[in-house]
């Protein structure tokens, strides 16, 4: 045989064999690819807590309610649901030492960002708001008669009477305290009376204060 016909046979049968085995073609596979996921995030709840005011310390808890089902020594009316609505809480607290008397009042619950009146009356508090009568006075007003109340700056004044005027804050909130040079004279003093406006304090309006909202029997 060739030699050299030979070494070409054998160098061309290699190079088919290279070209067979390493040629791609539509039915070769890519190497597999992994792909990494992102951790799923935990899903998110979103509570809502209703925010409730904070009584004031010593409340006792005690609610405005309609006349009508109450009769006893710790009646408290409203005769104004929108002003004053029922179940809105109050606590009256009273301290006498050395001659002097001071008079607490906190409510709860009212008509939020409002003025009121307050002052205490000399009955206690009955199904019409009248029945709480007028303002107690340590120095009674000698012209004052019961279908005619005290309006004379020199006793209608908040030294001669209780007032406890207050402002209530957004959640209906508000605190009043006074202190006189005196005490109060045996069941003469009998409730607390919320009234729809400041107390007026010129001739012949002083005490005065719009329409009775609501009463809280208090035996001082």
Known sequence: MNTRRACLLAGLSISALVVAGCGGDDGSTDPETTVETPPTSPETTTTTTEIQPTPFPGMSGDGFQLPGGQDDDDNAFTYDEEAVPVG??????????????????RVMGLQPDRAFGAHVHTRPCGPEPSDSG???????????????????PAYANPQNEIWLDFTTDAEG?????????????????????????PTMTGPGEAGQAGDRLACIDEDF
């Not at 809105?88 to 001071?102: M, Q």
């Not at 305290?177 to 009234?195: G, L, P, Q």
């Open 88 to 105: 809105a809480r109050f606590d009256v607290e009273e301290d006498e030492e050395d001659g002097r008397t001071t008079v607490t009042l």
């Open 134 to 152: 007028p303002h107690y006075q340590n120095e009674l007003d000698p012209a004052a008669t019961s279908d005619s109340p005290s309006t004379d």
């Open 173 to 197: 909130n508000a605190e009043a305290s006074t202190t006189v040079d005196w005490e109060f004279r045996d069941d003469e003093a009998n409730s607390v009376v919320i009234h729809a406006e």
